[in-house]
């Protein structure tokens, strides 16, 4: 059985940082891209951050670029954001993702496989 367990989620105040954790279990994860996606109320769920599924390659939506960075230690199956510089409108469930193709690992639609979400509240 896959999982996805995200954590570090919380409450920060704006301009603080927060690392997100995900355990996956259950599949070769270093034959799998990885990624971040996120959902505030009321807004579509979006993408954030993937990577390689051997770390050499990073890819961040505009508005998180610079703040934010995505790694992965395949020895501890395991995939990371680094939130700094928070901003109120970071606020949302962030979801990991996997999927076997990079090239799919952007869209919503046809993910391989989803978390259940970690919750970021930033406070202005």
């Known amino acids: 059985q896959v999982q996805l367990v995200e954590s570090g989620g919380g409450l920060v105040q704006a301009g603080g940082s927060l690392r997100l954790s995900c355990a996956v279990s259950?599949?070769?994860?270093?034959?799998?891209?990885s990624g971040w996606f996120r959902q505030a109320p009321g807004k579509e769920r979006e993408f954030v951050a993937a990577i390689t599924s051997s770390g050499g390659r990073t890819n961040y939506k505009d508005s998180v670029q610079g703040r934010f960075t995505i790694s992965r230690d395949n020895a501890e199956n395991t995939v990371y954001l680094q939130m700094n510089s928070l901003k109120p409108e970071d606020t949302a469930v962030y979801y990991c993702?996997?999927?076997?193709?990079?090239?799919?690992?952007?869209?919503?639609?046809?993910?391989?496989?989803w978390g259940k979400g970690a919750l970021v509240t930033v406070s202005s």
């Open positions: 993702a996997a999927n076997r193709y990079w090239s799919r690992i952007f869209y919503v639609p046809g993910m391989d496989y």
């Open positions: 259950g599949l070769t994860f270093s034959s799998y891209a």
